[in-house]
């Protein structure tokens, strides 16, 4: 299972996090902390439909990689960490393109070894374009119809979050505390903001948003901040992650989840401290609850939907903060995000099953199987369809019955 994994203190304060443990023992209490829940028997109220199954190369294997299929211009575009990117038709599932990231120069010889591109950020299209980040630095632009290399960029540190793409420009976040901004189009280079980065993080950084002509993203030091897109220039900040324990990584606050625009407000969630809506316009905290994830929140109406770091699911409502629901059955399961498809939240976990929980209640009332390897990405969900990629590669559109 841990083939490939860089064992270093960023991923070793995840899995900490992940199990809600703050030292290390042996206590029987602990050891019970750690304990992975059963799947519970439910009574399904339907089966999911398969629309159609693909393989999207190795997929991420056992890396810490976001990597999600994104559906635009009728096609799903996706890529393993290898780098052979995809696309395939949204209604079928017939490939219609694919591209090898690890040679996009075409200088490889026949006699030479495939490299890793070590894709981890993205996909995400606009301008006809779809883009890719890499562990290396590279932020990769690929013609959304062919997948012909567009142009090819450079950023300081690992790119493992989704750039985001507004007003023809693509702003990337990377591991290092710079975020760098490029224009989409050509890629060139347009501004650069750097900041510290603690001594001990999480295997992830926040993939910036864009809103009302500002960049919002979530920092290493538990911060959220905003940028003008215009030239990077630092609007406010304010504290979310709240930094009380003793040792470095009890005081591991990362803000890694993406933020979520709705209306005139951010919600936002720290690694350890705080749920938290803030105004947009000023970065004034409207209210805050004590919810610790990673993982990306999800809305649909007047509720929040969050993963804590022990794989249980709430229902917030977004006005106050007060809790609605809570599913507990899925402790220390790596539970992803939620995704919202109807009238149901979807999460996946480490052993590849997708869960359906009632919006309303929290209740497990549908369960699917895509693969062994497991789902570490928050699905996709787009017209009412469902885009899960396993670990291996795995990618399936799933629709509920009528």
Same mark, same amino acid.
């Given at each position: 299972m841990f083939n490939g994994i860089r064992f270093n203190k960023k991923l070793i304060a995840i899995c900490a996090l992940s199990v809600g443990i703050s030292a290390c023992s042996s206590t029987d209490d602990e050891n019970e902390e750690l304990k992975v829940a059963e799947l519970i028997e439910i009574t399904e109220r339907f089966e999911p439909v398969v629309k159609w199954d693909v393989s999207v190369g190795d997929g991420v294997g056992d890396y810490f990689s976001r990597i999600k299929p994104v559906v635009a211009y009728g096609k799903v575009f996706s890529a393993s960490r290898e780098g052979d990117a995809y696309a395939f038709d949204e209604s079928t599932g017939e490939r219609i393109w694919n591209a090898d990231l690890s040679d996009i120069d075409n200088e490889r010889g026949f006699f030479d070894d495939k490299h890793s591109a070590l894709i981890s950020g993205g996909p995400v299209a606009g301008i006809n374009k779809v883009f890719f980040g +890499?562990?290396? %630095?590279?932020?990769? *632009?690929?013609? =959304?119809? !062919?997948?012909?290399?567009s142009w090819q960029g450079k950023i300081k540190g690992e790119v493992i979050a989704a750039p985001a793409l507004d007003s023809g420009k693509l702003i990337?976040? +990377?591991?290092? %505390?710079?975020?760098? *901004?490029?224009? =989409?189009? !050509?890629g060139e280079d347009e501004w650069q903001i750097e900041q510290d980065v603690p001594p001990l993080t999480l295997r992830g950084i926040s993939a910036p948003v864009v809103s009302a002509g500002g960049v919002i993203v979530g920092a290493a030091d538990g911060s959220?901040?905003?940028?003008l897109l215009e030239q990077g220039r630092q609007g406010w900040t304010v504290d979310i992650g709240e930094a009380t324990g003793s040792t470095e990584l009890e005081r591991v606050i990362d803000v890694d989840s993406t933020p979520l625009i709705y209306g005139e407000n951010i919600y936002t969630v720290s690694s350890r401290g705080n749920l938290s809506a803030v105004e947009l316009r000023s970065g004034r905290v409207?209210?805050?609850?004590?919810?610790?994830?990673?993982?990306?929140?999800?809305?649909s109406g007047n509720s929040l939907f969050v993963t804590d770091v022990k794989g249980h699911v709430y229902a917030v409502d977004r006005?106050?903060?007060?809790e609605l629901w809570s599913q507990l059955s899925l402790t220390n399961r790596g539970v992803t995000g939620p995704a919202v498809l109807g009238n149901y939240v979807v999460v996946g976990d480490f052993e590849g099953y997708l869960h359906w929980l009632d919006q309303d209640t929290g209740e497990m009332?549908?369960?699917?199987?895509?693969d062994g390897s497991g789902i570490y990405s928050t699905p996709?969900?787009?017209?009412?369809?469902?885009?899960?990629?396993?670990?291996d590669g795995d990618l399936e559109a799933i629709t509920v019955p009528e």
């Open positions: +890499s562990e290396n %630095g590279e932020v990769i *632009a690929l013609d =959304a119809e !062919n997948g012909a290399l990337v976040n +990377s591991a290092s %505390g710079v975020m760098k *901004a490029f224009n =989409a189009s !050509n959220l901040s905003v940028y409207l209210w805050q609850r004590q919810y610790s994830s990673f993982r990306q929140i999800a809305i006005n106050d903060g007060l009332v549908a369960r699917h199987h895509v996709t969900v787009v017209n009412d369809v469902l885009y899960s990629q396993s670990r």
